[in-house]
């Protein structure tokens, strides 16, 4: 079906109903051919923990690339492994572990946001999506990114790549835009994947 797509550019939907989206195999290449070894996937922690790291890698990856965020990433966490590390830290002792990234208005935020957690939310990451992009520094993408990826929320994050992605499946092009109510179509048919496949998980008699 992609093949089609790609050179037709049909729309998202085909005799009145949308084109599924082929998810399974998008993970199966994930799986086989995408990084592993980046330190804030690292998924065998405890929620809060992961969630931490989740949400400052983020930070740090604001229009900053990957391989220059990892150096900086180890360091601030060999220095402050926990949230609470963070939040009883004044800028001036956790600058020179930053210094060097850029958009320093991103350092300021990191403390913010860590002290916010540690006052309003009594050191637990909030789960609404609404309430964590009140979080200095956390926007629509990156609160997205912090549900999915922190706590495998059935979240899309959108971003140029990502949508680049989509616009070449349904389009033929990558430099097509999608509209939002493309988007809302997507995420729907995402979401649906994902209770279908957390179902089959939880009773994998039900395939038979």
Known sequence: MSTLLRKTGISLYSGGFMIRFPWTSLLEWYESSWRHDLEWRDYDRDTENLLYRVWLSEIFLQQTQVERVRGYFARVLERFPTLSSLAHTEYDTFFPYYQGMGYYSRARNILRTAKTIEDIYEWVFPREKEKLQKLPGVWEYT?????????????LAWDTNLEKVFARYYHGSKVDKLSEGEKEEIEEDFREFCITTRDLRSNPDSEN
């Open 143 to 155: 609160s997205r990114a912090i549900l999915a990826f922190g706590l495998g929320e059935a979240y």
